[in-house]
Structure formats: C-alpha cells, structure tokens
C-alpha cells in the first residue's frame, strides 16, 4: 500500500494513538522523530497550519490531526489482520466520533485545567468539572472490557491517554481522578488496555512524560503567576 511515514514524538499521546492504530493494522512505517523546540521543515510542509505532530504521510501525501489519521489508516488498510477499529454501523461509527470529540474536547481540557489550576477554590472548582466529564465515559464503559467490544476500536485508542498520560499529570497536579473505587469501569478498562499488545509495547518512559508536561504545566502557571 506505499510508503508511510510518521511525524511524531514519543512523549504525545495524539501521537500514541498513531503508531498503536498502524502496530494492530500490522503497517510497516517509518518513525521520524520530531523536536519540538526546533520544529523540522518537513513538519512544517506537511502540516503548514497547526505545524504540529503528529503527521502521517502515505506515499509522500501529508494527513495531519489525530483523529483524521486514525479513521485514514482504518479506511486504508481496512482487511488488514482483520481488524476495524470505528464500528461499521453507520450509528454506531457515529457515536464512537461523537465520544471521539467529546474526549479530545471536554475531557482532555479539563483535566488539563484541574492540573494547572492554582490551590483552593479555583482546583476544586477545576477538578469537579474533570471528574463530571470522566463520570460520562465510566457510563459509556460500564460492562464491557473495550469501548469497541471485545477488542480495541477507535474510541479505545482515542481515550488511551486516561490508561498511562493521566497518572502523570495526576502527579505534576497534585491531585488525584481516577482509581477503583471512584470510577471502577474506567480504572479496570485502562488495565485492559495498557496491557494489551501493541498497546503496551508503545508507551514512552515515564520520566520523559513528566519532563514533557512539567515544561507546559509551569508555562501556563508562569503566565498566571503561580509555581
């Protein structure tokens, strides 16, 4: 099926979801590892107007954002190893991207902001609202083992975050949302899914995730004028 290439660094979740979609798809690729402080020219002409990762490119044509990727690599290699990962009911394939949004949107942003919200008011505010949307998906996961059923699908590699990222930035925040007790569907789903293969032969050291989101938690509470 041609040439694939990855733009990506190992640290990014949105990233993440990339490789796990093409190691279950069983697509040979080529990882082009990306420093973000110094971005490359081949990012920037693939991706002119976020100029962000990550970006898949296919026989030398640039597809860029997560979740457009990963419905690109399902629709292009859909026999691969037999393995769809958006539901093929056209309701069912329409509400994995409803939920698809709804984590990138609601759920990412506000645990983002209970991370970096300063101490009192403001945080429990913050993380009343993160654990409001996680309490959405807990409903959503209650009584199966994935999202798409029996196996890994779309929505399970978009919310693969919670399953590794989230406990780093639960340390960086001082605060803690997820466990067995609070939200037990969603803490036994991430169980499922860290050590599922490929899943669990992606993830990137620990230590250089703290690194990557401590630099962007204290950039924000720099400019609010907070440590």
Not at 64 to 73: F, N, P, R, T, W
Request: some cysteine; overall charge negative.
């Amino acid at each position: 099926m041609g040439e694939v290439k990855l733009i990506a660094t190992h640290e990014s979740f949105p990233c993440a979801r990339i490789e796990w979609s093409l190691k279950i798809k069983g697509v040979e690729y080529e990882y082009l590892k990306e420093d973000l402080s110094n971005k490359s020219d081949l990012l920037i002409e693939s991706n002119p107007v976020h100029k962000k990762v990550p970006v898949l490119i296919h026989n030398g044509k640039p597809i860029a954002e997560s979740l457009v990727i990963l419905e690109y690599i399902d629709e292009t290699w859909k026999d691969n190893n037999n393995h769809l990962l958006l539901p093929q009911d056209p309701y069912d394939r329409a509400l994995a991207r409803f939920w698809a949004r709804f984590i990138d949107e609601k759920c990412v942003m506000s645990v983002w902001q209970a991370c970096v919200a300063q101490q009192g008011e403001e945080k429990e505010k913050a993380v009343e609202a993160a654990l409001e949307t996680l309490s959405l998906l807990e409903n959503q996961i209650k009584g199966k083992k994935f999202f798409g059923g029996e196996k890994i699908g779309y929505l399970d590699i978009v919310a693969g975050w919670l399953s590794y990222w989230l406990s780093v930035l639960e340390e960086l925040g001082e605060i803690e949302l997820v466990n067995a007790e609070r939200f037990p569907f969603l803490h036994e789903w991430a169980n499922n899914f860290i050590n599922t293969s490929p899943i669990k032969d992606c993830i990137p050291p620990r230590e250089d995730v703290l690194a990557y989101f401590s630099f962007g938690i204290n950039y924000v509470r720099s400019m609010h004028g907070t440590q």
